[in-house]
């Protein structure tokens, strides 16, 4: 798992942040500086665990997850809030994902809440939040722009060609992705019921 973080972050920073504002000819970066970044990145991690991990009994797991979850379920609610929303706007989303942070890190710690729920909390708060934010500050794009990238935007390209469908119909689940929906919620389940453990 800890390897897809690793080169997750590495992606991210080569593509928005390397690629756009330092790379002169816009050109992909070479393997050799993808190397570099990587263990530069590896090196951070492996720091932050030993530091997070320094005078705890817990597992590298606990400590990791606990402090991912605080920003995990903010994510999620704003991406939800993208997909499923047709008011949803920059400023009310990122209003939200505040929202959701500040308040599921204040719910998580006043109330001892296990790690593992956070990111629910943190989905629904930013979701609710940023849904009415978007509400109030109203955006000057089109309806119909926006539509476009929901699901209800996509869902109607259903009849469009192959083609055109490359990334698969919204919400058609095939048996791959039912596998991994299943895998997720029973690995969901073992750390729920390992916390008693």
Known sequence: MSIIILYSMT???IKDVYEEYFS???KEAPLS???IVSAI???II???VLVGFKGSVKSVLDVVGSYISYFSGPACGVFLLAIFSKKA???GSALGFIFGFIIGLY???TYNIFWIINPAIGASITFITGYIFSCIIHNKTNKSDIEKYTIFGI???QNQSEEDMKYGIPLKFDRYSVSVLVFFLVQYVILFILQYY
């Open 24 to 26: 002169k000819d816009k």
């Open 33 to 35: 500086f993808l190397m």
């Open 41 to 43: 990145l590896g090196i």
């Open 107 to 109: 719910l998580a710690k």
């Open 89 to 91: 706007n920059d400023k």
């Open 46 to 48: 492996i720091i932050f």
């Open 155 to 157: 869902s109607k390209l």
């Open 11 to 13: 992606t991210v920073f």
